[in-house]
């Protein structure tokens, strides 16, 4: 058996568990930026997919992303279904001196979170027992495949695509995803009058984008599957990418509105997190101040994008996630540097980042619009006008975030 490095896999421990926070603390994001009577639809929507991707992934799902490749495409179902062949012994291909077991669970995590990005766009709007049926076939026909074309052997890492975090296997495939969902499933129903719902609590909005900045340490550095040099460099990008992006989208907001908003400085430093996410391990420190100010700059813009397909994205998944994502990803392409991995800005390198990002984003929205038409022919996808007026907390779950104070707006 390989040496197991006793610091490389607490370190790796401890990334898993802190990625594995982070869908949690989407819950409490979302949550509060949503109308006071959808917060526990929109929370369950998130907590839920710590269930249901966990179980795919056991039964086929890392086998199908990390498997053996068939045709670069996706990978053997069979060589680690029911966790066969995963235990203690490191795996050289992913990890050389980490458990796989490990690797196993590092990765179930981004699984289980992917989905969950998702539910940001579609507020108040979907029913609860098709959104289930919805993540498990999306984790199957979209995530698996892409994650195992970029990062499991198939055809696009074979062509030289990277991605160290996800921002093309997660933050593309999830924000277009979400897109084409927030299109099928339909613009809300609002009250007569009423323009926008209003945040349930900013407070907790801040304490989600908190532990997600927290979390998002451990999904960036432990990229690097070992406590190196390499993880320190995407743990300090992660922070400069956000900080910096944090102050970009307020003054982009200030400009705009006359005044700044703490909810735009939460969202900001997101956008930021996200567009970092695919190059932490691939460019210099000052660089990821670059690419967190540029992705702040086009996520922030991108409204008016978003404006122009008339697309009621609630808490605007695509901008911040589907277009930082791809962001990041094609930057690198332009600011890598083999200082810090073996992977250097050319030519070439941004036309293969180019190209996957196209694939990913177009593959995800048109499996996704498939995938919603053919659950919807078994029962209708979207909740009636009259419950997402008066909320789907007390409707479907018979449970309200704050019955304590009697607040139900």
């Given at each position: 058996m390989q040496s197991i490095s006793a610091g490389d896999?607490?370190?790796?421990?401890?990334?898993?568990?802190?990625?594995?926070?982070?869908?949690?603390?989407?819950?409490?994001?979302?949550?509060?930026?949503?109308?006071?009577?959808d917060v526990l639809s929109i929370m369950i929507q998130n907590f839920v997919c710590m269930g249901v991707i966990g179980l795919i992934w056991v039964f086929g799902g890392f086998s199908l992303a990390f498997g053996p490749t068939v045709g670069g495409v996706i990978g053997d179902v069979t060589t680690y279904f029911g966790m066969y062949h995963v235990g203690v012994e490191p795996n050289p291909a992913y990890a050389p001196n980490?458990?796989?077991?490990?690797?196993f669970a590092y990765q179930m995590m981004f699984a289980i979170i992917t989905p969950a990005l998702m539910t940001g766009a579609f507020v108040g709007r979907f029913k609860f027992g098709a959104y289930l049926f919805f993540i498990a076939f999306w984790t199957i026909l979209v995530y698996l495949p892409a994650a195992h074309w970029v990062w499991g052997g198939g055809f696009l890492a074979k062509l030289g695509v990277v991605d160290f975090a996800g921002g093309i296997v997660i933050h593309a495939s999830?924000?277009?995803?979400?897109?084409?969902?927030?299109?099928?499933?339909?613009?809300?129903?609002?009250?007569?009058?009423?323009?926008?719902?209003?945040?349930?609590?900013?407070?907790?909005v801040a304490i989600g984008a908190g532990l997600l900045w927290f979390g998002w340490f451990g999904f960036n550095a432990g990229g690097a599957y070992a406590a190196n040099a390499l993880a320190a460099y995407a743990f300090t990008n992660t922070m400069l990418a956000g900080s910096i992006a944090m102050l970009v989208w307020m003054f982009w907001e200030w400009k705009e509105s006359g005044r700044p908003s703490f909810s735009?400085?939460?969202?900001?430093?997101?956008?930021?997190?996200?567009?970092?996410?695919?190059?932490?391990?691939?460019?210099?420190?000052?660089?990821?101040?670059?690419?967190g100010a540029i992705g702040a700059s086009v996520c922030f813009n991108a409204k008016y994008?978003?404006?122009?397909?008339?697309?009621d994205d609630t808490l605007e998944?695509?901008?911040?996630?589907?277009?930082?994502?791809?962001?990041?990803?094609?930057?690198?392409?332009?600011?890598?540097?083999s200082n810090i991995n073996a992977v250097s800005a050319s030519a070439y390198q941004l036309g293969i980042q180019v190209m996957a990002v196209v694939i990913v984003a177009v593959y995800a929205w048109i499996i996704t619009m498939i995938l919603l038409k053919i659950l919807d022919a078994f029962g209708h996808l979207r909740v009636s006008d009259e419950v997402q007026l008066e909320g789907l907390d007390d409707n479907l779950y018979g449970e309200n975030a704050f019955s304590l104070w009697g607040m139900k707006k």
């Open positions: 896999t607490a370190f790796l421990l401890v990334c898993t568990a802190l990625v594995c926070m982070m869908t949690p603390a989407l819950a409490l994001f979302y949550g509060g930026l949503v109308r006071q009577r980490v458990p796989f077991i490990l690797v999830a924000g277009f995803s979400a897109l084409a969902a927030a299109k099928y499933l339909g613009k809300r129903k609002l009250a007569e009058g009423q323009k926008e719902s209003q945040p349930a609590s900013l407070p907790l735009g400085v939460l969202v900001g430093a997101v956008t930021g997190l996200a567009t970092i996410t695919p190059a932490a391990g691939y460019v210099e420190p000052m660089t990821a101040l670059l690419i994008v978003q404006k122009w397909l008339k697309i998944v695509w901008r911040a996630h589907g277009v930082g994502g791809m962001t990041g990803a094609i930057l690198i392409g332009v600011t890598a540097s």
